[in-house]
């Protein structure tokens, strides 16, 4: 049966945490988060533990779906409908009385379900709504793990390293920047109208302790999680698209929480120019106590397309329950009332199918906050071309978009491009819309890259004092900024273009553009970008990022999660002959036993050491093993596939990685000497398990144990001299190799299959190291 659970509490609780365990503890699942910056951060999460190859990632402007992914991480907004999994979790349902948004979660709350499990998570002003709106839900309250006090007023230069100091304009961030480059050496600074990319790299260098100081707009309210000690409020109003208005006690809260990780205590409080915060605003923060949150925005979920008139009508339906507000104000529709003052439009949008499809243009966001009627005009162009011809003309694309590939300007002038080259990259992800999609996503995504960078590099200029910051921590200057000498750590450039640096080329890269060695060291276009170690299993291996220390702490947090979901993703690829399981019939408790022993063996493991599972095997079990093409043999189980010179080599990384040892491969030849310093797990590790003085490839083992038995099934007799040819040893090594196989020598030269129960000669294999 399903369970609705809703986790509710204050930041810095656990929440998203436990929510993303529990996912990966499912098959399916799909996980929605409020922002495209927290997406991406539970994606590089989820995919160092599962690989890139299980996992989607899904936004407005981003989408990376594998072919068959399990698990799908996505904005709120950009959730798939109709789709089953196990699993399905929202965060921050508090976002349900957002004036714009909350309607999308507010749907969410009421329609989207787990096949199994349902998690809703937030703050805990949510509990009667929740309650009222899914009333099987079960509510679990988790309380904050560190705690949160408020202190008295600071001035500016008394600000304690590691401290946000918060405000809500860019003038006013950009001031307070200012101060701290001349008082303290610089902050980073975050904006909402950053780009991720930008945002983080920002981050990075407060992380990094490049400076001790980040200004920040209620940006860091949710989705950045930074080592902050201590939040300083700059201001307590907002400009929210509206009106001004004073900030809401429980929207104070979420920033000031930003303070303290973990179970690291933090602070907050007001700059001195503010004054001393009202007590009670104090005590409330400081133990999470605000109203409840009584209505929820709802906006009707089933449209009408019937005409563009009956779209309005649907969408200004009134709430079916109460608790419920229409939404009140939404781009999305007023940009549709514009268009359908337009004759052109209205002229065009006669048929249900091309009124919905104005309706999707009219959702185009306007990342660019246009004046009035500018972003309008863009979509009635848009629609215009698709209503006609089913398609945007690539021509007119690529003028607009090409006009955007410019760094050059002030930080203002960057972000705006950044905005623009957002709406395109939007369009891009639109199916359908456009002819070649994938290449205008590459190359929007591209542009929005560089003219990322170079805002980064605009604002450490403009605020981070390379002198103060040097003398303060004795760290490199200006030139020397990790964030710069990643451009010097090029791979080879293309024709097209400037080569991004070693760690964006890393992370974009492709799983096929990489390849390991028998060490484990991991090299793309043949330069070693990281070296796999040992992990929490054979299966699971940590890495090392193989680059100077130069690079920058952020940089190389991005390649290292980049080369763990490599490792998860190449285990996969390597094991899933024996993950290639039907629907049905599933296998017995001995069959799934088998299995696991076969998948922890790298794709064999000895008979005795299966015996139990072998022995308990169904008809159905042995039919399933033999469309997953595996071996029940005498001496050994295997997989033939994980036997090939690729497989041996990658299990060879494996073992490597956790052993710490360096492996020797067998290369074309079908056995190996076996070594005294050796650990004979090794052997078994790559394929080849000792038989004496010999590791044997496991088919060949099977196929000379076979051949052997055959010859004295009449009785006692000659060892066959092919063996010498088939296994690649030497003459006298053959009787210590079959004696190791279970056959004794009866009289001279002339040998019988020892009659020893199964785990007798089970054990004498693993004596097979010392017998040779």
């Not at 049966?1 to 809703?6: D, F, H, L, Q």
């Not at 989820?46 to 996505?74: D, I, M, N, Q």
């Not at 957002?422 to 992800?429: A, L, M, P, Q, V």
């Not at 080849?688 to 083992?701: E, I, L, M, S, Y």
Request: aromatic content about 6%; charged content about 25%.
């Amino acid at each position: 049966m399903s369970t609705i659970t809703a986790l509710l509490g204050p930041t810095n609780t656990g929440k998203t945490h436990r929510a993303v365990t529990q996912m990966l503890a499912h098959r399916t699942g799909i996980i929605g988060l409020p922002l495209r910056l927290l997406a991406r951060e539970v994606y590089d999460r989820v995919t160092a533990e599962v690989g890139e190859a299980a996992v989607a990632l899904v936004t407005g402007e981003e989408k990376r779906v594998p072919a068959r992914p399990r698990y799908w991480v996505c904005t709120v907004e950009s959730m798939p409908e109709g789709r089953d999994v196990e699993f399905l979790a929202v965060d921050e349902v508090q976002l349900a009385a957002h004036r714009e948004r909350g309607h999308v979660f507010t749907d969410r709350l009421m329609r989207a379900r787990g096949v199994s499990e349902t998690m809703f998570l937030g703050s805990d002003t949510m509990t009667g709504a929740v309650e009222a709106l899914v009333p099987t839900a079960r509510v679990e309250r988790h309380p904050r793990f560190s705690k949160l006090r408020g202190v008295a007023p600071l001035e500016l230069n008394q600000l304690p390293p590691r401290s946000a100091v918060v405000a809500f304009s860019a003038d006013q961030v950009y001031a307070l920047a200012e101060q701290l480059r001349r008082r303290r050496g610089g902050a980073a600074v975050v904006l909402g109208a950053l780009s991720p990319r930008t945002r983080n790299a920002q981050v990075a260098m407060y992380q990094a302790g490049e400076v001790d100081y980040i200004v920040a707009t209620d940006a860091i309210g949710m989705g950045l999680n930074m080592d902050v000690d201590h939040v300083a409020f700059a201001a307590l109003g907002k400009f929210d698209g509206r009106a001004s208005r004073p900030l809401e006690a429980a929207e104070l809260a979420q920033i000031a929480g930003r303070a303290g990780r973990y179970t690291k205590d933090g602070t907050f409080g007001p700059l001195a120019a503010l004054g001393a915060l009202p007590q009670g605003l104090v005590i409330s923060i400081e133990r999470h106590q605000f109203p409840p949150v009584e209505r929820v925005v709802w906006r009707n979920p089933e449209l009408e397309f019937t005409d563009i008139e009956a779209l309005a009508r649907s969408l200004r339906q009134r709430p079916p329950r109460p608790g419920l507000q229409l939404l009140e104000r939404s781009d999305d529709e007023e940009v549709l009332v514009e268009l359908a003052g337009m004759s052109e439009v209205r002229g065009l949008a006669r048929s249900p199918e091309a009124v919905e499809l104005l309706w999707e243009v009219c959702r185009i966001p306007d990342f660019r906050k246009l004046l009035e009627g500018s972003h309008a005009r863009l979509l009635a162009a848009v629609y215009l071309q698709l209503a006609r011809s089913g398609r945007l003309d690539a021509g007119w694309i690529e003028r607009r978009v090409r006009r955007l590939d410019d760094t050059e300007g002030d930080i203002e002038a960057l972000m705006s491009r950044i905005a623009a080259v957002r709406t395109w990259t939007y369009i891009s992800h639109r199916p359908g819309w456009i002819d070649e999609p994938s290449r205008w996503q590459e190359w929007t995504r591209a542009i929005e890259d560089r003219l990322s960078d170079a805002l980064h590099d605009r604002l450490t200029q403009r605020f981070v004092d390379p002198r103060a910051a040097t003398r303060a921590r004795g760290k490199p200057g200006p030139k020397d900024s990790p964030f710069g000498r990643l451009r010097a750590l090029q791979l080879p450039e293309s024709p097209a273009e400037a080569a991004p640096s070693a760690a964006e080329a890393i992370v974009a890269a492709a799983h096929a553009a990489f390849a390991v060695d028998a060490r484990g060291r991991i090299s793309l276009a043949g330069r070693p970008a990281a070296q796999m170690t040992r992990g929490p299993d054979l299966l699971r291996p940590e890495v090392q990022v193989l680059a100077d220390m130069s690079m920058g702490a952020g940089s190389i947090a991005q390649v290292r999660r980049r080369m763990v979901a490599w490792t998860r993703d190449m285990v996969a690829e390597l094991l899933a002959p024996l993950r290639a399981l039907p629907a049905a019939p599933a296998p017995s408790p001995a069959g799934r036993g088998l299995l696991y022993q076969l998948e922890q063996g790298l794709g064999s493991v000895l008979r005795a050491r299966a015996e139990q599972q072998v022995r308990h095997l169904t008809a159905d079990d042995r039919r399933l093993l033999g469309r997953l093409g595996v071996k029940v043999g005498e001496l050994v189980v295997f997989a033939p596939e994980l036997l090939s010179a690729w497989a041996v080599e990658r299990r060879a990384a494996l073992w490597a990685a956790r052993s710490g040892t360096r492996v020797h491969l067998p290369g074309e030849a079908p056995s190996l000497a076996v070594r005294d310093e050796d650990d004979p797990g090794m052997y078994h590790a790559l394929g080849f398990p000792p038989f004496g003085p010999r590791a044997v490839r496991a088919d060949v083992a099977e196929r000379g144990f076979a051949r052997v038995l055959a010859v004295t099934r009449a009785g006692p007799a000659a060892l066959p001299e092919e063996l010498v040819e088939w296994i690649g040893c030497e003459a006298e090594e053959l009787p210590a190799i079959a004696a190791a196989m279970g056959f004794e020598e009866v009289e001279a030269d002339r040998w019988l299959l020892a009659p020893r129960r199964p785990e007798r000669r089970g054990r004498r294999h693993g004596r097979a190291r010392r017998a040779g």
